[in-house]
């Protein structure tokens, strides 16, 4: 008589998993939309390269059919959409990308609490060990917090991509054409900008741009932004600052 081995299954492991990603919104009319990514596009080749991107149709509201045509448009553009956010009970075709259920506005502090929570330090551990320090007295062998900024203190080279969700950036050299920085606080060059620089991208209206010589391809703040073409010539070459005043981009000398 002769017995079969037990076969040996592994289980398998499911993780859930966090990432910020670029929320377009198209609105109507759709054509001029669609022109405005156009000259978005034109002005920032490959800003969409390899970038996460959603589609939030809840402006919009198009029928199924609609979404299809869309999505094939997006993608001649170079830009993958990965899903798509709409409410109600739409019922999509197996070719388009999934539904987005229950997506929240990211924000810096939401992104740190889950750095906390990867690194084992979850919210509600310091919350306790601070209920059990004495009144009047800070526990000796806390640690302070990490600061939020991040310092590249290498030029930036053309292709290069920094992006910080956590606070500012701070180049202490030049920034090449080509190159970006995208940044959830406001960003500083100590040399000449001469990329793309996105500053407040995780809704932070009160960021701003700072550069000793500005060569910007383009600047934005919290998603208003402006390219070298529609920019001052007065301002190119000089030391600027880039700020949001009521939803408007402003570009001002800084001195």
Known sequence: MTFAAPVETKSIRFRARSFVAFTLTPETPLSEWLESLDRWIGNSPGYFAGRPVVLNLNTLKPAVSQIEALVAELGLRG?????????????????????????????????????????????E??????????????????????????????????????????????????????????????????GTLR??????????????????????????VDGWYCTAEEMEPALRGKAVQAFLEKDTLRIAPFS
């Open 79 to 123: 830009i993958r959409i990965y899903a798509i956010e709409l409410d109600g009970n739409t019922v999509l075709e197996p070719s388009l990308p999934p539904l987005l259920i229950g997506a929240k506005e990211a924000t810096a502090g939401l992104l740190m609490q889950a750095d906390q929570k990867a690194a084992g330090r979850p919210e």
């Open 195 to 220: 990329g793309r620089a996105s500053a407040g991208v995780l809704g932070h209206s009160v960021a701003r741009i700072f550069c000793r010589k500005n060569e910007a391809e383009l600047l934005s």
């Open 125 to 190: 551990a310091g919350r306790a060990e601070e209920g059990r320090a004495e009144p009047g007295k800070q526990s000796e062998d806390r640690l302070p917090e990490a600061p939020a900024t991040l310092m590249v203190k290498s030029p930036i080279r053309s292709g290069q991509s920094i992006f910080h969700a956590h606070g500012d950036v701070i180049v202490l050299g030049s920034v090449a054409s080509g190159s970006e920085i995208v940044a959830a606080g406001s960003i500083h060059v100590y």
